[in-house]
């Protein structure tokens, strides 16, 4: 089986940082794209950020310039880091990846998700 397991949400300020982290473990043979999504009350879930195996970037606009995504392909660990933040940036942030198992059985995995609040 193969998880994903996210941390750091919390709250913080608006104008203040936060890093979060998302670990890939179980049956995994590779890891494709892996990204963040986030989901505020009352709305659809929305893609944040992306980052292909290759590290090719792809951000929403609400997000550039203020957060930056990277991973860490030897731990299979994606990151997120936010700085700047908005009152607005206030949901639960979920990781994703495609990983493909040791049957050669590719799909897309989601965290549990991770709350992020900004006060104002």
């Known amino acids: 089986q193969v998880q994903l397991v996210e941390s750091g949400g919390g709250l913080v300020q608006a104008g203040g940082s936060l890093r979060l982290s998302c670990v890939a473990s179980?049956?995994?043979?590779?890891?494709?794209?892996m990204g963040w999504y986030r989901q505020a009350p009352g709305k659809g879930r929305e893609l944040v950020a992306d980052?292909?195996?290759?590290?090719?970037?792809n951000y929403a606009d609400s997000v550039k310039g203020r957060f930056t995504i990277s991973r860490d392909n030897a731990k299979n660990t994606v990151y997120l880091q936010m700085n700047s933040l908005k009152p607005e940036d206030t949901a639960v942030y979920y990781c994703t990846a495609y990983i493909r198992d040791w049957m050669f059985r590719g799909r897309d995995y989601w965290g549990q998700g991770t709350q992020v609040t900004v006060s104002s």
């Open positions: 179980g049956s995994i043979f590779s890891i494709n794209t």
């Open positions: 980052i292909t195996s290759g590290g090719s970037l």
